[in-house]
């Protein structure tokens, strides 16, 4: 019947729909995914044979290359990534920090020192299906819990491989520019190495220079210029194979490896470091997974990614079996004479993607790195407004293309970039391979003998090609190297730096006796409005508080301590964002309110983040009001209590909000603290700053509610005439100090390399996007 076609036809449209959003996604996944990993070829060959090698020029080593190239690229990208490693990510988040995240979550092996148990509710904190209970190593988990030198080191460890990746942000644009446009060379036989160095120098500045403009917009323009890439290099490899050599096939027999090393010996080892490119781009895979699903990645590399480069790797062998003079320029010379131009064409717009692809993981990476407390604070811009997580930061682009830039006026050849590209690249997989094992057992919860498995297999290939590009030092390899330990000499001490801070605050703070003895005045006058005191602390009270108020005994009649912090998860819910407690009886007039961000959240300017406040306060005022039990007398021991505020839902909003349509009936119809001269400043400061211009005025209105209880209905008013009176926004501008007493190394790292970065970073009060007109800092000095 009609009704059972009807019931059949449901299912078959939601299908339909799913498969249309996978090949969507898969589609899209070329032009930010897999850019980096389909320019392999331009150099692999070139950077395998550079060396001594060379002696070796026979169609028997070229065998044995191509051998080493399948199963390298069998077991590593597909295997171990697609297949595996793909499905270890973080909510839908990719790279060493998801993996790192992941395990601080499910091990608590975390050193961000605010955390609290109210953060393990989170809906995206465990993984679906975790429960403790089922755990097959629990001696393990203790004894990484119980000792913090394992913690740090872990710790170490990842700052290393994000190190790396910027690292990778500057060979990558630099190795794939060069190399396709070195193609010129092969018809334009007159043009010396200087010109093609000159015009990859214009092809990288005009790159970094389009950062701005945001990573979707390039990757949409740039999928199907891979895909036309792919299948070029797919048909190109094919005609190769069956124009130059069509027994070619054989050499996927792993006899030919053996015969490679008992024929070639060390210097088939070091050869490894050339063959190593052929997976370079893997961990990009991997890190850019956010904005797609792990079956989208999957879907695009088995059935497009593999063979087309495969048959590429297949051709270029083919050819240089017959023609073992044309190492230097394989890729290009094994190019059939009509279509040279179209292809040559094409190679220098993926190089741009494959760039484009490490570039956004290179942002990325450094927000991470940001929200955990690791990096100084910098410009995060989001570039937009439909997909999370799309960002840039200006100061990080411009030092990527000047190092990037550098790195090939210095060089200007793709096998020393190659040689510092490879170890880069190793050392990231080689940490993704360690971090993969853990998530084994403690997030996966299988048996330690898998992950001993999957360690030992996975890491002992990597470590023979680490070991081989390490032979390489000398040759480039230093380059890595080095960005990675300027890199990681910042994040530590940016991170030694704060946890310091953070103790000091930790250790000074208020105790609730002390405030409460003050009484409800707390000592001072108590002056219209509201005043938000920034602080790191999740309980108690802050010494910037008593510091203010001994210099200046008057406060505001709502006292708000504010705390944004991040969380080891990489999306906070906004429903899950603000956390709202309640500082002494109610007669105090002092709140708490945490507001958490994950990892990949951006923090944006928001207009409505003070009327956002107002309305978390007065909801939690009104859910108080119903729990009978937290509106008794107050006790010192419910302290810490917070209670999560939903801001999304409009059902049982305590106060009415009506838009105000000028600043001048703004100004009228509230009763202000503020001086005429006072209000004259803030009116010309908000017509010339855009931002201020813009922000949303509203007024508060508390409903006639006769059922309403007269005590919470006072605490509203009371609110609601405190938001009208103004907001102040008070920071401690602090100024930190190693102890006489530390050692030279620790005055070192505070005294000059904190306060160094501390001077030439962002500001707090910036970072915050907090109106300078109404932000009041108060100097503080820290003795760490």
Not at 428 to 442: A, E, K, Q
Request: hydrophobic share 45%; aromatic share 12%; proline share 4%.
């Amino acid at each position: 019947t009609s009704e059972e076609c009807h019931f059949y036809d449901e299912p078959n449209a939601s299908w339909r729909q799913h498969y249309r959003n996978l090949l969507l996604l898969a589609y899209q996944s070329f032009g930010v995914v897999y850019g980096d990993l389909s320019t392999s070829p331009l150099y692999v060959y070139k950077s395998t044979f550079s060396g001594r090698l060379r002696q070796y020029q026979d169609e028997q080593t070229v065998y044995g290359v191509l051998s080493l190239i399948f199963w390298t690229f069998t077991l590593v990208p597909l295997l171990k990534y697609v297949i595996i490693v793909l499905s270890a990510d973080d909510n839908g988040e990719g790279g060493p920090f998801a993996l790192y995240s992941l395990l601080c979550r499910h091990a608590k092996l975390s050193l961000i020192p605010n955390q609290q148990a109210a953060d393990e509710e989170l809906s995206t904190y465990y993984r679906d299906g975790f429960a403790a209970q089922h755990e097959s190593s629990p001696w393990l988990r203790r004894f990484l819990e119980k000792h913090k030198i394992v913690k740090t080191g872990l710790l170490v460890v990842v700052l290393c491989a994000a190190s790396m990746v910027i690292g990778d942000g500057v060979l990558t644009p630099a190795i794939s520019v060069l190399s396709s446009m070195s193609g010129l060379q092969v018809r334009a036989t007159g043009l010396q190495e200087r010109s093609v160095v000159l015009l990859s120098c214009i092809v990288l500045v005009g790159l970094f220079s389009l950062q701005h403009r945001g990573t979707q917009k390039v990757a949409f323009m740039f999928a199907p210029i891979v895909i036309i890439w792919l299948f070029c290099i797919g048909g190109i490899g094919l005609y190769n194979i069956v124009h130059w050599n069509p027994n070619i096939y054989q050499a996927i027999s792993p006899y030919y490896i053996v015969k490679f090393f008992r024929t070639t010996g060390t210097d088939g080892w070091i050869a490894l470091g050339g063959i190593l490119l052929s997976m370079t781009g893997s961990e990009a895979m991997f890190a850019d997974l956010g904005h797609f699903t792990s079956a989208s990645v999957r879907l695009a590399f088995i059935t497009i990614i593999y063979p087309c480069l495969i048959l590429q790797y297949m051709g270029q062998a083919a050819f240089l079996s017959k023609n073992m003079f044309h190492t230097r320029t394989s890729f290009y010379d094994s190019i059939p004479g009509p279509v040279f131009w179209p292809v040559f064409v094409v190679a220098t717009l993926a190089a741009v993607v494959g760039s484009q692809a490490v570039i956004s993981a290179t942002f990325s990476i450094v927000k991470q790195c940001h929200a955990l407390g690791c990096f100084p604070r910098v410009k995060i811009v989001h570039t937009s407004r439909w997909i999370h997580g799309q960002i840039y930061i200006p100061e990080i682009n411009w030092i990527l293309m000047v190092l990037c830039v550098a790195v090939t006026v210095a060089f200007g050849d793709t096998t020393l970039i190659g040689n510092a590209y490879g170890i880069a690249c190793m050392t990231v997989m080689l940490v993704t391979t360690f971090l993969m094992s853990f998530i084994v057992i403690f997030v996966w919860q299988k048996n330690i003998i898998f992950a001993l498995l999957f360690l030992l297999f996975f890491g002992s290939i990597e470590t023979v090609y680490l070991s081989s590009s390490l032979m390489k030092v000398h040759q480039g390899g230093w380059v890595p190297l080095v960005l990675a330990f300027i890199f990681m000499s910042v994040m530590f001490v940016w991170h030694y730096g704060t946890k310091k801070k953070y103790q000091f605050d930790l250790q000074n703070k208020v105790s609730m006796r002390s405030i409460l003895s003050l009484g409800p005045n707390l000592g001072i006058v108590r002056v219209p409005g509201i005043g938000l005191i920034y602080t790191e602390l999740v309980t108690g009270v802050p010494a910037v508080f008593t510091h203010f108020v001994t210099n200046l005994p008057a406060f505001h009649e709502v006292l708000v301590f504010l705390c944004v912090k991040s969380v080891p998860v990489p999306y906070v819910q906004p429903d899950e964002r603000y956390l709202v407690g309640r500082i002494g009886p109610k007669a105090y007039r002092m709140y708490r309110c945490i507001v958490r961000y994950g990892y990949k959240d951006v923090q944006r300017d928001d207009e409505n983040f003070e009327n956002m406040l107002v309305m978390s306060i007065a909801r939690f005022i009104m859910m108080e009001a119903e729990d009978v039990s937290s509106s008794a007398s107050y006790d010192i021991a419910n302290e810490g209590r917070m209670a999560v505020i939903r801001t999304t839902d409009d059902a049982g909003t305590p106060l009415g909000m009506r838009d105000l349509g000028g600043l001048a009936e703004s100004i009228s119809t509230t009763r202000s603290s503020k001086s005429e001269s006072l209000r004259s400043l803030q009116s010309s400061y908000e017509q010339e700053s855009p931002s201020a211009g813009r922000r949303r005025r509203v007024r508060f209105e508390l409903p006639n509610e006769d059922a309403m209880d007269q005590q919470v209905k006072d605490e509203l008013l009371a609110l609601v005439e405190a938001k009208h009176a103004g907001v102040a926004y008070i920071m401690g501008h602090s100024y930190i100090k190693a102890r006489r007493s530390s050692n030279f190394v620790k005055k070192f790292a505070i005294d000059v390399a904190y306060s160094f970065l501390r001077k030439n970073c962002r500001g707090p009060s910036v970072s915050l996007h907090i109106p300078h007109i109404s932000l009041i800092e108060v100097g503080m000095i820290y003795y760490v």
